[in-house]
């Protein structure tokens, strides 16, 4: 029996760990295992292997001015941004987004019950938060703005440059959520004015449980994990070597790569969106169709629930995403899609592609025929849909 082919349309929930990547990391499982903290020489290699991946990966942000510290990933990552710089002022006014991933809302929420006051901005009906509004939400007693550099689910990139020359100027610190963004598109923390970034690695060829957040110099965050004296008493524990290595690798190849990948990407994405369009009546592109993320395809497919529409597409080895791939499983539509202004059966309609270097046009032409077929079964035993065409 050979295995289904499976062509995998889901790179924002995870990708692969690229083979360069895996053969970097091996030998620091098997070789060379020391602890980065001990004395001797085998140990002591692994620390000055650790001070290259930083700053391997700090050069990849143009980060002249601050440091790069490893975390167990994106959401470790952001909610130390928010709980270090709240813990550090004690209370206070933090602004963010409606379209936040989980890993920034539900930290609000836990900061909210610790008595900070929270501003959620809206978002207009591409997904893009205005930067007057994040200028309109400042207070006397505001401490953070956190806005994603771009979004998980539609795509859609924001003027990330804009409202960081806002909280320049006003003194308050500006965290941004690049983890779906970081090794898609270029960022210079610098010239974008981002005092915190986070990032992981398993969203661009790295391993998983593996990320880093950034922070400016100067900017002061309480350390997040206390115990030994690792990434400068910040987050203590001992490093996973291997996979700060294979982020490291993972960063190098894709920051390689990006120029040609995105060319790909941008040609895929616009010939399956233009496709679905064509090719299937009551369909809608969720997010801003230029200033989004070159590999994001979300469709909604009107009297179809996405979540059905998932299940028919893995029976032919097609793998994509309702929503995040983190809110999948809920009940509840997507808080994304609610805020761009979609109605309920919109929003459960939808479907997320998220294409790779290694997808084609016959792929993507196959994975169109397969939508084409489900929808219209799925339609057929819609009864919104018989009564949308008696009328
Ligand atoms: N932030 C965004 C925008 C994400 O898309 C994700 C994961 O999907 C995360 C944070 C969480 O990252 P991790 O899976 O590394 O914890």
Known sequence: MTDKQIIYMDH??????????????????????????????????????????????????????????FTAGGTEADNWALKGCACIHGKGHIITSKIEHHAILHTCDFLCKHGYDITYLDVDENGLIRPDRVMTSIRKDTIMISVMCANNEIGVIEPIKEIGEIARKNNIIFHTDAVQAYGQIPIDVDELNIDMLSASGHKLGGPKGIGFLYIRKGVNVESFIHGGAQEGGNRSGTENVPAIVGLSKAVEESFKTMDERAKHEIELRNYMIEKIMKEIPYVRLNGHRIRRLPNNVNMSFQFVQGEALLVMLDMDGICASAGSACASGSSSPSHVLLAIGLPDDIAYGAVRFTLGFENTISQIDYVVDCLKKHVGKLREMSPQYEDFCKR
């Open 12 to 69: 924002a929930a995870t990708t692969s760990t690229g083979p360069k990547v895996v053969s970097a990391m091996l030998p620091y499982f098997t070789k060379q295992y020391g602890n980065p903290s001990s004395i001797y020489s085998i140990a002591q290699k692994n620390r000055a292997v650790i001070e290259e991946c930083r700053m391997n990966i700090a050069k990849s942000l143009n980060a002249s001015s601050g440091n790069v510290y």
